[in-house]
């Protein structure tokens, strides 16, 4: 085992935006199924844009968050400790706006959540 947080850190990556895509054969939701591709692309695009993709931030696709809703898929960022369900693809640009700043200005910055800890 071998810890590389520095290196991760000396090249500037701050943040990981974890989106569900897991599909399953189940009477259960899966994000698969409540657009989690689509969100997925979104959240890359959304930082494409301000060029931040894979700069700054990662973005994984990721198996079950444990946030499963049929309304739309689970996105964590990290370490935010940020957590959300029901993320459909239009909900990404105010999602990274309000978690990253209007240009993604706020990346490496600690999230509300972690503020008490």
């Known amino acids: 085992m071998e810890d ?3 290196e991760v850190r000396e ?3 701050t943040d990981h935006v974890l989106v569900c895509t ?6 259960y939701a ?5 657009h989690g591709p689509a ?4 959240v890359k695009s959304w930082l494409r844009d301000r060029g931040v ?4 931030v990662y973005v994984a696709e990721t198996s079950c968050l444990g946030l499963c809703s049929a309304d739309g ?3 964590a960022i990290h370490p935010r400790n940020r957590w959300y369900s029901d993320v459909r693809p239009e909900d990404v640009p105010e999602l990274l706006r309000d978690e990253f700043g209007e240009e993604a ?8 959540a972690d503020a008490s800890n």
Do not use: K, M, P
């Open 73 to 75: 898929a689970a996105i």
């Open 105 to 112: 200005d706020a990346l490496g910055q600690r999230g509300d």
């Open 4 to 6: 590389r947080t520095d």
């Open 30 to 34: 899966a994000c698969a199924e409540a």
């Open 53 to 56: 993709f894979w700069s700054h």
């Open 11 to 13: 090249h500037g990556f």
């Open 39 to 42: 969100v997925y692309d979104a």
């Open 22 to 27: 897991n599909s399953r054969d189940s009477e």
